[in-house]
């Protein structure tokens, strides 16, 4: 307990050990009362009054000390971790005006009066998610180069869909505001690669002559199926992704070959965002599969 009351906000860390009398209950905000009195000191105190003949106060009117339940780690608490968009592509009708600004306050660069001024300014066209105010701040600010301490719950909650913790939630925005800025001209530099009249190998999708540098080789034993780049890129972020796989399961195009290409080759032809939407996509289906997989069992 005196490690959890040193931690709590606004405690000293220098705080004197404490012993704890009573629990006292909870309040609505998750805030624990308890009674306590100094341990060493509250027992040399008491011998010198009772030996003096002085009244001893009972321990019902020693003072009530208090400890945020938020010094608690929240997975014990039953939130869960943010691994995917739809994680913060909530509401969190309970995030304070205040709490939001101080989310983006941590995530981008700019004074804080701008970033109040600039969200309120974006709620007033209508409401949003968490994840479409950090998106949308995030064309306007730079993000930041590091985490700054900012004062924001420990807890998002979610009636609906569950609590999140907030660092994580946090720490999966980051990652995703990152891999949409390293995304940037992906598109246009593999817009730019060309077809040659005699090239090395065929692309088997769209059958046109490309150079081995533009190529991507399956992994076959028997044969190697070559794919442009281009093409390659509409295979895994449409057709692959929209099936649920992931980098590591891309399949050759070729109905007689069944090998897959490597996670290196996907990684290469795709956006960081386009491999982000392609793993999350696969964890999804995997994790639906397995809620399926549970709901057939048999006694």
Known sequence: FNRLLRNSPGMSSEVEEVEVIDLVGEDEEGVVYVKTQPAEAGRRRRKSEESSGREVPSSSSSRRKRARVGAVPAMRRGSRVATCVNDVEQRFESLRARERTAILATLFEGPRSALHAWR????????????????????????????????????????????????????????????????????ERLAAIEPVEEGDFACAVCFQDFTAADLVFCGGDAALHAVCRPCFHGLCTRFAADKGVGSAGVACPDPACDALFSRRDVAA??????LMRMDEREADRSARAGLGGAAQLRC
């Open 120 to 187: 309120v300014e974006r709620e007033r066209r209508g409401s949003t998610t968490l994840w479409g105010l950090v998106e949308a701040c995030g064309a306007a600010f730079p993000l930041a180069g590091a985490s700054r301490a900012e004062e924001v719950p420990e807890v998002l909650e979610d009636a609906r869909n569950g609590n999140v913790t907030t660092a994580s939630a946090i720490a999966y925005m980051r990652r995703r505001l990152e891999a949409a800025r390293d995304s940037a001209g992906f598109e």
């Open 269 to 274: 032809c795709v956006s960081p965002l386009d």
